[in-house]
């Protein structure tokens, strides 16, 4: 089963090559891993969908959690949340399909960003399934590039999933 | 005043009363060791700078304090890997420093540079390279507070020499501050009242006891609970010289080399109460048939290990010496007799034996040696056929008596370990016990030693073969022996005495007695080299993939 985590870690270098690492050499299987800034320029968010069994995933978070760059692991699976992705596609479309091409568009809400003479690009967010979609509509008409960011995802309403604000305690000894 | 980085890294060590290091110099680590000239702390100068991890790990378990390790960038750096992964699977507090080339240099293949912290992610609690001179106080603050705390283990600092060279304003921080670290350390009350339950309930109990016992100094605990509840006790190799070896409540180790009276208990066992211990498959064996019948009380520092390996009852994670100080007081005192006269039956039905007659046995040498020292020396061991006799006839009555490479099983670990506990504790008896194939992957340390004027009696079994590995050979490949012979092995006396060790050789059992008494009243080192039989097997054995109560004799 895919889980979906939200990770808090410094944004210290290497912190990405430490997670990756631990996930590779212990086995575990990352469907996919997006990494970013948040508001605090100290702290980055990941958001690492992982595919395994509830034994699997108590693993993995207890891995995660002994390094000591990562601030705070949740496991929102089975919370209300928002999910995205972004996807580019440079797909092939002369004259005799850019029409429909366009009409594909405007159905996924995707947008054109750049024409070639025989190409369009466009970009599209949405969810995992969504995208999937648009990928297999304009498969047929020839992908000539593709590039998706892996998936992004917040917790609905004003819970603050993270608990984003408990993590600026320090703790003395 | 402003200083250097690398002298602010010398007081710093000195603000951790940190007595010693273990080191070898080299260029980019040469700012700190232009530093250590001015300082009080004294480095020992290894022969190769394996034998200063490894010593240094050996000084950390010995002491209880954290080892630290000062090395070059490039091959300084690599050749600390196996005693960095060593300390790590062994859960040893280290702080290593490695220089690194100056920043400006790093990414650019210059001379003596390697990706240290890259190599060192997997088999660090944590590693720093330091980017900014002016941090270094702190994350040197960090890496000693993160060592010793939680489950310890080894922490690196890779200090690039233009940073080691930067003048920064000295200052040592009183606290740390690390969002991300925060290890538990009190049990949950509500789960020792859970355990305290299942252990009132409990017809057959077994205390399985890890290394967790001696790193966090629970020895006097673990005996208490065992002596309180009247239940046997087992140890992993780690946890060996947690409990008294010549308790009667004491089954002697257990797993794949285990005796079959500790095998015959946990199997049968209705509660097992683990301690400080993680489940290796070498104490497992068949992992599915591993005490089958029993409810299961974790407790463990590290939260990852419960419910690793097999599903737990009542998990608390916590350091072992406060839970079992919290959960004393709620066990009431039990007598009931009739699963200890069991485990006594099997005890006495299935002893450790091997055949006393005729040649000179290593398994002989170990029981000679712990009746000479009363079970109270501290036995380092390296990695081998050895290290299992050892760890079964040795009744070690000196909390942290034994000093051996269990998770990552490293040959070569021995000579410089027992050098390193010698070094932090002068004055009372250190023993190695060494294979002559372990004993000639790091026997450079003897120059250590030497110099250091370290009283380490060395015994080496030399059966001039690389006894596991034949034996295994011999069980699983029908004793078609393949790359084990060591005939061109040297006179390990005359070897001691061109170090100016005194060096005597054991040729039969007649001599055990006077000459290992003769040695151990030395006063400086001393090395035997006891020549015994290639055929001595270590035994019982559980062949792979079996339960350990199915062992054979070997």
């Not at chain 2, 005043?1 to 940190?18: D, F, G, N, P, S």
């Not at chain 2, 050749?79 to 790590?88: Q, S």
Request: charged share 20%; glycine share 10%.
């Amino acid at each position: 089963m895919l889980h979906t985590l939200a990770v808090l870690v410094e944004n210290s270098p290497g912190v990405l090559a430490r997670v990756a690492g631990l996930f590779s050499r212990r086995g575990y299987n990352i469907d996919s891993l997006a990494v970013g800034r948040t508001e605090d320029p100290e702290v980055s968010r990941m958001t690492i969908v992982v595919d395994g069994d509830d034994r699997v995933l108590e693993q993995v978070t207890k891995q995660l959690h002994k390094l000591v760059d990562v601030i705070k692991i949740s496991d929102i699976t089975a919370d209300e949340y928002v999910d995205r992705e972004l996807v580019l596609i440079k797909v092939n479309a002369d004259h005799s399909q850019r029409v429909e091409v366009i009409q594909i568009c405007d159905v996924f809400r995707a947008r054109i960003v750049d024409l070639g003479r025989k190409t369009l690009t466009l970009e599209c967010t949405g969810n995992h399934g969504k995208i999937n979609a648009l990928e297999e509509t304009l498969r047929p008409y020839g992908i000539k590039e593709l590039v998706r960011t892996g998936k992004i995802a917040m917790v609905r309403g004003t819970k603050n999933n993270t608990g984003y604000q408990d993590i600026g305690t320090k703790e003395e000894n | 005043m402003e200083i250097t980085a690398a002298q602010a890294l010398v007081q710093c060590l000195e603000k951790e009363q940190v007595e010693l290091v273990f080191g070898y110099p080299g260029g980019t680590i040469l700012p700190v060791y232009d530093a250590l000239h001015d300082s009080a702390i004294k480095h020992v100068l290894v022969r190769h700078e394996q034998g200063a991890v490894h010593a240094a790990d050996g000084y950390a378990r010995a002491t209880g304090r954290v080892g630290v390790v000062v090395a070059t960038s490039g091959p300084g750096a690599t050749n600390l890997v196996t005693g960095i992964a060593n300390a790590y699977m062994d859960s040893i507090p280290l702080v290593i420093i490695t220089g690194q080339v100056s920043t400006g240099m790093v990414g650019t293949d210059a001379f003596q540079e390697v990706d240290t912290t890259g190599i060192t992610i997997p088999i660090t609690k944590h590693n720093y390279l330091i980017k900014d001179a002016a941090q270094l106080p702190r994350m040197i603050k960090n890496a000693f507070y993160i060592a010793s705390t939680g489950r310890p283990g080894p922490v690196l600092i890779d200090l690039p020499k233009d940073m080691a060279e930067t003048k920064i304003k000295f200052y040592y921080p009183e606290t740390v501050h690390l969002r991300g670290y925060k290890p538990t350390f009190r049990g949950h009350p509500n789960q020792i009242s859970e355990a305290a339950k299942l252990i009132a309930q409990s017809e057959r109990p077994v205390i399985y006891a890890g290394g967790g016992i001696t790193s966090s100094r629970s020895s006097a605990e673990l005996l208490a609970l065992a002596e309180t509840i009247n239940a046997p006790v087992t140890n992993t190799l780690q946890g060996l010289s947690s409990f008294p070896g010549d308790h009667p409540l004491f089954l002697g180790m257990l797993g794949l080399h285990g005796t079959r009276a500790a095998n015959l208990a946990v199997t049968n066992c209705d509660l097992l109460i683990a301690l400080g211990a993680r489940f290796d498959d070498r104490v497992t064996g068949k992992i599915s048939e591993f005490a089958p019948q029993a409810g299961v009380i974790h407790v463990d520092v590290d939260p990852a290990e419960i419910g690793k390996n097999v599903p737990v009852h009542v998990p608390i994670v916590g350091d072992v010496k406060q839970v079992l100080q919290e959960l004393l007081p709620r066990l009431e005192k039990r007598t009931d007799p009739s699963w200890l006269e069991q485990v006594c039956t099997w005890k006495q039905e299935y002893p450790l034996r091997y055949e006393v007659e005729g040649a000179l046995k290593p398994q002989y040498v170990v029981e000679k040696l712990d009746e000479i020292t009363g079970g109270q020396a501290v036995v380092a061991t390296d990695v081998g056929q050895h290290q299992m006799w050892v760890a079964q006839y040795y009744r070690f009555r000196r909390a942290g008596g034994f000093i051996s490479s269990g998770g990552l099983g490293a040959m070569g670990f021995g000579l410089p370990a027992a050098m390193g506990a010698q070094i932090g504790l002068s004055g009372e008896q250190v023993i190695l016990v060494v294979g002559d194939g372990g004993f000639q992957m790091t026997m450079q340390e003897l120059g250590t030693i030497v110099e250091q004027q370290l009283p380490v009696k060395i015994i080496i079994f030399n059966n001039s073969v690389l006894g596991m590995v034949r034996q295994l050979q011999k069980v699983y490949y029908e004793g078609r022996y393949t790359a084990i012979d060591l005939k061109f092995n040297p006179d390990f006396a005359i070897l001691a005495q061109a170090y100016g060790i005194k060096g005597y050789t054991m040729r039969s059992k007649e001599e055990v007695d006077t000459l290992l008494s003769q040695a151990l009243a030395e006063p400086g080192p001393v090395l035997i080299n006891c020549l015994v039989s290639a055929e001595e097997r270590v035994s019982p054995m559980v062949l792979a993939g079996k339960s350990i109560s199915d062992a054979i004799d070997c």
